[in-house]
């Protein structure tokens, strides 16, 4: 299994960035999908997941209203549309693959794919 993340870069606050990730080796439909993201010394946070089958979305409180996960099955593909980015956006963002029971769909452990990380940097 391979995802591989791409879209990150660097962006003034109140920009927009927009991350890929590109799932390979899995049956896509049936895994949920997640973004996380990582500051220098802190934990992987959760930012948002989209579960099968029903595309319930979930989002971190802080990027709602901000951010969009979409995804297109038929492209083996998960999308991060950031808007409005704020310098606390600032981090390594990562895609996730795994089965929620939707209660657990925060969690790093429930996610057993990770892709490699995209840089985003917000500039004030």
């Known amino acids: 299994v391979q995802l591989q993340a791409s879209g990150g870069g660097l962006a003034q606050a109140g920009g927009s960035l927009r991350l890929s990730c590109a799932a390979r080796?899995?049956?896509?439909?049936?895994?949920?999908m997640a973004w996380f993201r990582q500051t220098p010394g802190k934990e992987r946070e959760f930012v948002a997941a989209?579960?099968?089958?029903?595309?319930?979305?979930y989002y971190q409180d802080s990027v709602k209203g901000r951010f969009t996960i979409s995804r297109v099955d038929t492209r083996n593909t998960v999308y991060l549309q950031m808007n409005s980015l704020k310098p606390e956006d600032t981090a390594v963002y990562y895609c996730a693959a795994g089965k929620s029971d939707y209660s657990s769909v925060y969690s790093r452990d429930t996610y057993d794919y990770w892709g490699q990380g995209t840089q985003v940097t917000v500039s004030s």
């Open positions: 080796g899995l049956i896509f439909n049936n895994y949920d």
């Open positions: 989209m579960v099968v089958p029903d595309t319930r979305i």
